[in-house]
């Protein structure tokens, strides 16, 4: 072979399993793929190798003397060289939120149903008076406000 050739790790691995004599149906079994999926593999690295079939291709990448299966590492061929691993782009997120987002690395506040009801029961109570009162103050002093500030008034004096 004159220059090398680089598989894929998915090719090398299905030509492994056809080294050690498995069908489409066992490897795709194994590798937890579709056996048309590892049919598409050994049939992309036997384009690549310039093979005649599958078992050609395999003993191409893992040496046709050899008398034993290789290890799940695979033996080099001189011809075969592997892949150059891609480089990993960094991930930026460019979405910008408005609301705060949760932070997923600590545990979210874990509450009773009663304490949330509570809660809840104790803001509707609070804006009910507030409002009341905020209208109240449209109409005029309420009775019972009166002592209070005539009380403040003494107070700032």
Do not use: H
């Not at 290789?70 to 891609?86: C, F, M, T």
């Not at 990993?88 to 609301?99: D, G, N, Q």
């Amino acid at each position: 072979m004159s220059e090398p050739v680089a598989l894929s790790p998915r090719q090398r691995e299905c030509l492994r399993l056809v080294w050690e004599r498995r069908t489409s149906k066992e490897i795709a079994a194994e590798l937890g793929i579709s056996a048309s999926t590892v049919d598409g593999y050994i049939k992309e690295a036997i384009g690549l190798l310039n093979a005649r079939d599958r078992r050609d291709a395999a003993a191409i990448v893992f040496g046709s003397g050899a008398i034993t299966p290789p290890d799940k590492k695979g033996a080099e061929s001189p011809g075969v060289v592997e892949p150059a691993p891609a480089p990993i782009p960094p991930v930026v997120s460019t979405e910008r939120y408005f609301w705060p987002q949760p932070n997923r690395s600590r545990q979210p506040d874990a509450q009773s149903l009663m304490q949330v009801l509570g809660q809840i029961g104790m803001i509707a109570i609070g804006s009910m008076v507030a409002l009341s009162l905020a209208l109240s103050l449209g109409a005029g002093v309420p009775t019972l406000l009166r002592p209070a500030l005539k009380a403040f008034d003494r107070l700032v004096q």
